[in-house]
């Protein structure tokens, strides 16, 4: 009874996923012709995940069938297959089937998303699967040693964010990219990413014309090592060539004077009175090092002595100086005005009991958001650091309260990101310079990624705009970074079949952000799934390895998220003084895992920790087992377990402290003759292998 009900519910679930797939191909007439196999296969998948199947998996799993829980690759031919179980199971003819259009057989999924992989993003290296894509800094433009390194350490694409540098800072990556790939004899693909519409905060009003520093201090505060502070020319202001506190622009006659050992005297802008000594000359400008903190403005008097003490004291003037930023501070409770002016930012006004009697007010970038918003419409700024809701909206202002901030209050800056969640906002993801870019793009790259995507449409415009310039094969990869493009996930991968070479990237920062943090992992994870079911190559972006790029070495946390990126096709790292350790790191950690993991599968490798404990089969062992006779002997114990040559898995852990198998006494023979599988010699002592959680950052797992 119970498989007769399994059977029809798999019967009207084939129809519905055959209805669905008539739809969708209807409503996209214009898929490539070698995607229409994904189209049917993402259709059906929409089909199975529209309703709640864990009742029916859990009947099928209960009679031995599989329940369809890693079907994304070849959904129908799945269902087929235990449909033909169940009919057989029931005692019942195999339904009479309606064909698809597009059919995917069983295990074809994964064939049709490893040629696409190779397609959009060249071909994998030896002994791993997962591509690693790095994006590049400024430093790749000029310094072709850096970009050599980063593809020796293991980069197999690049890729450069149009939303800085020029068109001739990109000429020289590209040129690099290119050089550093013929001399390593293999293929590295380019990457460009357009910068889209900007939606980020505009200027605020500048503090005063200030310069500062202060010498490092002990516990105690007494100083220990002086500040260095570089003097140079008012006529050629030239940068320090090494680490300064703070640059002084002064006198050129004055400080062509100076020599080392001459004291330079001024009062500060607190009216204390300081002093400097000149440690050195580099050209026309001059370190000078002092031992107090200090705060200087523009035209400050310099009285220097010289080194010899004879003559009167020689004056210079400071000129002017570059304004200190002053950030809008924000607290839980305060309200922000954000304005479709650009004019600068200002802070609250406080009357003199502290209490604010203005609020903050600050621009945004981009106008039409101002046409949308609505009150109770969550607002973040500065990568989701501070939020709120908006309390009222006009076409000119809203006026946003702030919910999510630190007690002591945090810091707003110019130039710094807003997302709107629940703001639909009427724009177009190809901005005037992103149509000027894709030009260059085109005749320079190999890929092109689309930021601030939201709809089909946006989609639809750049394949329309690559079609214009001659390039209907020209890669496009889709960036997931809105909870508009998340809700419309399937609509916009048909829309990106149109072409035949296409990708997505879960930029899940902004995700993040967009949608709460609680809900990333899942998100991420049904990004995954339908990206398998449309056979698109993943790219799993923002802040693999972050703090490793940053600072040289990971987190716990970094490194999991790593090992997880694993099912995702290519991997992407941000730039950072460190990256190339990060590239070397992250191309460890995903030919160990996955030798583990393949998409939502759990591959069963063979492991060095069961190993230890499960006793190995006798001579002929499996013929024994089947025929039903099962022996347990003992390990040799001068015989260490090998591993494969396929994979090396000596240093596999599954717990703190694993006791290895002490051997049995061995009874030798007459003669000194040994038995098999036993041995003369003494027993070495019981031992326990011991795991430490810190040994990753020790050394390097082989």
Known sequence: MQTKRLLAELVELRARMLALEADALAANPHIHSNQLRSACNLAHYAALRSRENRGMQNRLARLGFSSLGRAEGSVLANVDAVLRLAARAAGEPVPVMQGSRGSVPLLGGGRILARRT?????????????????????????????????????????????????????????????????????????????????LRTGPVTPGPDVVHWRPRRDELGRPVDPARVWLVPLDAPAPPPDAAQAVLPVTPEWLARRRSGDTVTFVDARGSTRSLRIAGASGRGRWATGMQSSYVVGGTRLEALSVDGRGAHDVGIVGRLPSMERPLLLRPGDDLIVTKSLEPGVPAQCDAAGVAVAPARIGCTLPQAFASARPGHAVWFDDGKIGGVVVSASREEMRVRIEHASPTGDRLRADKGIN??????????????????????????????????????????????????????????????????????????????????????????????????????????????????????????????????????????????????????????????????????????????????????????????AETFAPKPARGGAKKAARGEFTSPAPRADTPSRPSRSHDNRHDVGAAAVPTRSPRAATPRAGGERRRGTDARPRPPARAVCVDSRDFERRRLP
């Open 118 to 198: 190779v397609t959009l993003l060249g071909a994998p290296r030896a002994g791993r699967a997962e591509r690693i894509l790095v994006t590049l800094s400024a430093e790749a433009a000029d310094d072709p040693e850096f970009v050599k390194g980063l593809v020796a350490a293991g980069m197999d694409c690049a890729r450069i964010n149009c939303a800085h540098d020029d068109a001739a800072t990109w000429s020289r990556m590209v040129r690099n990219v290119r050089a550093a790939a013929r001399d390593a004899r293999r293929e590295v693909r380019i990457l460009m990413d357009l910068a889209g519409p900007k």
């Open 420 to 609: 709107l969640p629940d703001t639909p906002i009427d724009v177009s993801a190809l901005t005037e310079k992103d149509v000027g870019d894709l030009r260059f793009i085109v005749g320079h790259a190999d890929a092109v990624a689309q930021s601030f995507v939201r709809c089909r449409a946006d989609v639809e415009d750049l394949a329309a705009r690559l079609v214009s310039l001659g390039r209907r094969d020209f890669g496009i990869v889709v960036k997931i970074e809105t909870r508009q493009a998340f809700d419309r996930l399937p609509e916009i991968l048909f829309a990106s079949m149109r072409s035949p070479v296409r990708g997505v990237m879960i930029a899940r920062g902004d995700l993040a952000v967009e949608c709460g943090w609680e809900r990333l992992a899942e998100l991420q994870e049904e990004i995954l799934w339908f990206c398998e079911a449309a056979h698109v190559p993943v790219i799993w972006a923002t802040q693999v390895l972050d703090g490793m790029a940053r600072t040289g070495r990971p987190s716990r946390a970094e490194v999991t998220d790593a090992a997880m990126s694993v099912r995702a096709e290519c991997v992407m790292l941000n730039k950072g003084p460190h990256v190339r350790e990060a590239i070397e790191t992250l191309d460890h950690i995903l030919r160990r895992m996955e030798g583990h993991q393949s998409k939502k599968r759990t591959l069963l490798r063979r492991l060095h920790v």
